[in-house]
Nanobody, 123 residues
Framework: QVQLVESGGGLVQAGGSLRLSCAAS????????MGWFRQAPGKERDFVAA????????YYADSVKGRFIIARDTAKNTIYLQMNSLKPGHTDVYYC????????????????WGQGTQVTVSS
């Protein structure tokens, strides 16, 4: 089992920045691909960013390219999502997810999920 705990969400004004963190515990963290997803009430969980087991490959949704950066610190068993130039449209609950092996961009491929952290961007 892998346990994931997100933190760092909150309220920020448009144009501001937030950094989300996701601390992992349990199995060997370095063997897992990690991802960030977002979800609005009543809607599907959408892909935001993902990173492979080594941190050498990153993937982004088109809507966040150039604004968000995903990174991982294997020594701390933690991944991050640096969110810059935020807009009201980025308001959602953000989830961290893990899957063993290769990186996938679909939420259905991930086995482990955190509890989510709310990000609210005011205009």
């Amino acid at each position: 089992q892998v346990q994931l705990v997100e933190s760092g969400g909150g309220l920020v004004q448009a144009g501001g920045s937030l950094r989300l963190s996701c601390a992992a515990s349990g199995r060997t963290f370095s063997s897992y691909a990690m991802g960030w997803f977002r979800q609005a009430p009543g809607k599907e969980r959408d892909f935001v960013a993902a990173i492979n087991w080594s941190g050498g490959n990153t993937y982004y949704a088109d809507s966040v390219k150039g604004r968000f950066i995903i990174a991982r610190d294997t020594a701390k068993n933690t991944i991050y999502l640096q969110m810059n130039s935020l807009k009201p449209g980025h308001t959602d609950v953000y989830y961290c997810a893990a899957r063993y092996g290769r990186t996938w961009l679909s939420s259905s491929a991930y086995n482990y999920w955190g509890q989510g952290t709310q990000v609210t961007v005011s205009s």
